[in-house]
T-cell receptor, first 113, second 115 residues
Framework: NAGVTQTPKFQVLKTGQSMTLQCAQD?????MYWYRQDPGMGLRLIYY???????DKGEVPNGYNVSRLNKREFSLRLESAAPSQTSVYFC????????????FGSGTRLTVV | DAKTTQPNSMESNEEEPVHLPCNHS???????IHWYRQLPSQGPEYVIH???SNVNNRMASLAIAEDRKSSTLILHRATLRDAAVYYC????????????????FGQGTILTVHP
């Protein structure tokens, strides 16, 4: 089915380890986003890419880096994982901006021990 | 950010219509009204959005008050699959910087659908 694909679905890291969360969309959307969702809190924007070739910080960018590899793919990297980064991470895409609906992936559940 | 207020929970019976209300008295003239829903252990799912006029799609209808200070998501015939948390969100298409793409999810309304 068309949509947003995230890998991996689950991951356990030790403090200080690094990893990259992968996201790909096949809807030819211009904009892509990374959010995190913590218990009792809403989704918070980490980074976004308004269009291919651009990336910008969202609300909570510290500890993360991103790469917009091409129009389809947008990856999120944790250079040195910390327990505070234990969360569910969602990638999303849209035609562009807030005039359009977003399509979300199914999420990556990350635990940092 | 303009804030939305939704009931914590609502219940419905299968195959009956459901009206989910949302108050947004501080909405600005450029804010779009978005509705998303989230099933357990899944990502949010786009339902519908609009600016001023009522909107219909295959999933639901969105009724927007004339003064835009409130809106109602209408599920015409609830099914068990519609049981989820429903979020009403205001978004500004002209926001830049750290507010770009910022969907502020509140607590939402937990919809329970009874067989």
């Amino acid at each position: 089915n068309a949509g947003v694909t995230q890998t991996p679905k689950f991951q356990v890291l030790k403090t200080g380890q690094s990893m990259t969360l992968q996201c790909a969309q096949d809807m030819n959307h211009n904009s892509m986003y990374w959010y995190r969702q913590d218990p009792g809190m809403g989704l918070r924007l980490i980074y976004y890419s308004a269009s291919e070739g651009t990336t910008d910080k969202g609300e909570v960018p510290n500890g993360y880096n991103v790469s917009r590899l091409n129009k389809r793919e947008f990856s999120l990297r944790l250079e040195s994982a910390a327990p505070s980064q234990t969360s569910v991470y969602f990638c999303a895409s849209s035609e562009g901006g807030m005039r359009y609906g977003y399509t979300f992936g199914s999420g990556t559940r990350l635990t940092v021990v | 950010d303009a804030k939305t207020t939704q009931p914590n929970s609502m219940e419905s019976n299968e195959e009956e219509p459901v009206h989910l209300p949302c108050n947004h008295s501080t909405i600005s003239g450029t804010d779009y009204i978005h509705w998303y829903r989230q099933l357990p252990s899944q990502g949010p799912e786009y339902v519908i959005h609009g600016l001023t006029s009522n909107v219909n799609n295959r999933m639901a209808s969105l009724a927007i008050a004339e003064d835009r200070k409130s809106s109602t998501l209408i599920l015409h015939r609830a099914t068990l699959r519609d049981a989820a948390v429903y979020y009403c969100i205001l978004s500004d298409p002209y926001a830049g910087g750290t507010s770009y793409g910022k969907l502020t999810f509140g607590q939402g309304t937990i919809l329970t659908v009874h067989p």
